[in-house]
């Protein structure tokens, strides 16, 4: 069976393909008030092997499945094992050529009943989001499962890309389960993956709408589609000011943005973000970040602020995000510097929580910023405020290109502040940073 989905250029709108019924988804967060995750015995090896019993076989979790190597590589077992991962790996190969074709079904035939289900739903969701590479790659050999004779682990690391064909590929790691139907190794259950740090994407636990733009896919859930056309024109105008602090010189190929509702912002990604987190960048791999917007917590005049700081983090962090809090400030400043999009400071939103933070105790450090995941909202909120009016200083003083390399410096090469102010602005950082709070402490009266 073949799809007719196109994939022209421009903006379009699809839901995830319905199911067959024969067969029978270092982040910057926005504070809220904007609106805005025992060795099986030989014998038993094989035994199933080479005779084919029957087995049961799940999809699981790599880093948390029951399982064990299936034994060294000059044993007559560990051989077995290897021509096992072939066939295994023959099958996956057999799916992804399926999947880029928009064959649905040869796509679920290499599962079990019980596996098509959730197959059709991931395959649905792909679909809409217009898969264009999907390349699975086995990591090492089958393992047999204990206590479940017959089933057997087969860890699948697997590289994407959506819309554009050419992209640097994102990565997800799964863990497989298969058991034999005789000499023809067969799929049961996919479960979603959960490595870190990205957690579980959208398109594994979730039914999609998706809309496509120039620079931009947006894609919620069936419920929420309405806000496709909407989100999709307010999305591709943020892309437009995120490309200028691509910092490495490179924009992203495609900004991905998903809009959760309650349940999916629980759930994707891994969820458990803090309370006031409106949105937050996670980084997929090969350069990528996906972007995911709290719908309950949003009002339509935030969104397109939230976005422009958003993509901006896509923009500009680096493949793995960051992990040095005292550089908190500047990562988010620049975010909020581009979501402001260059009104005046004092049409600043967070300037009245800025004012609160200054006069309730601040320390006066910029590197100490970095607010607890259970912070009240002005402390969040005075936080990135700033945050955003240290680095619009820097910009008014040395321009937004200077800036721009001082943060790649910083946060994509990890030199110390201390080198990057001398070699980016020729001054000592102890006196940038001093003239920075004197500014906040200006602006904040």
């Not at 998706?210 to 896919?217: E, I």
Request: aromatic content about 8%.
């Amino acid at each position: 069976m073949t799809d007719g989905d196109e994939q022209a250029p421009g903006p379009a709108v699809s839901d995830g393909e319905q199911p067959d019924p024969a067969v029978a988804a270092s982040s910057g967060a926005l504070r809220r008030r904007r609106g805005w995750p025992l060795w099986t015995a030989l014998a038993l090896v094989l035994a199933l092997v080479a005779c084919g019993v029957p087995g049961v076989l799940l999809l699981g979790l790599v880093g948390d499945a029951a399982g064990r190597p299936a034994a060294g590589r000059d044993d007559p077992a560990a051989a077995a094992a290897r021509r096992l991962g072939v066939r295994m790996t023959a099958q996956l190969d057999r799916q992804a050529s399926a999947l880029l074709g928009g064959d649905r079904a040869g796509f679920l035939a290499v599962a079990e009943p019980a596996a098509r289900p959730d197959l059709t739903r991931r395959y649905a969701a792909l679909r809409a989001l217009r898969v264009t590479v999907w390349q699975p790659t086995a990591d090492g050999v089958p393992a047999a499962v204990d206590g479940r004779p017959g089933e057997w682990r087969l860890a699948v690391t697997v590289r994407y890309c959506f819309v554009v064909p050419g992209c640097t590929p994102s990565t997800v790691e799964i863990g497989t389960r298969w058991h034999l139907v005789g000499e023809e190794p067969r799929l049961l259950a996919v479960e979603e993956s959960r490595a870190k740090p990205a957690g579980a994407r959208p398109w594994e636990v979730s039914d999609l709408a998706v809309a496509v733009g120039k620079r931009t896919v947006v894609a919620t859930t069936p419920a929420l589609r309405a806000k496709l056309p909407g989100l999709l024109a307010q999305a591709e105008a943020a892309a437009t000011v995120a490309d200028r602090y691509a910092v490495t010189g490179t924009p992203p190929d495609r900004y991905l943005v998903f809009y959760a509702g309650r349940a999916e912002w629980q759930r994707w990604y891994g969820g458990g973000r803090p309370k006031w987190t409106a949105g937050y960048a996670v980084g997929v791999g090969g350069g990528h970040h996906d972007v995911v917007l709290n719908a309950p917590s949003l009002t339509s005049a935030g969104v397109d602020e939230l976005l422009r700081h958003e993509l901006t983090h896509a923009a500009s962090l680096p493949d793995h995000g960051y992990s040095d809090r005292s550089s908190w400030w500047l990562v988010e400043g620049l975010a909020e510097y581009a979501g402001a999009d260059g009104q005046p400071v004092g049409r600043y939103e967070g300037l009245a929580e800025v004012r609160t933070l200054v006069h309730g105790g601040w320390t006066g450090r910029l590197d100490s910023l970095a607010p607890a995941d259970d912070a009240a909202d002005d402390r969040v909120g005075g936080s990135y405020g700033v945050g955003y009016l240290a680095v619009r200083h820097l910009v008014d003083r040395y321009g937004e290109q200077r800036v721009l390399d001082f943060f790649r410096t910083v946060v994509h090469e990890h030199r110390s502040l201390d080198d990057a102010a001398d070699q980016m602005f020729g001054e000592r950082w102890s006196a940038l940073h001093d003239d920075c709070v004197a500014y906040v402490r200006a602006v904040a009266g």
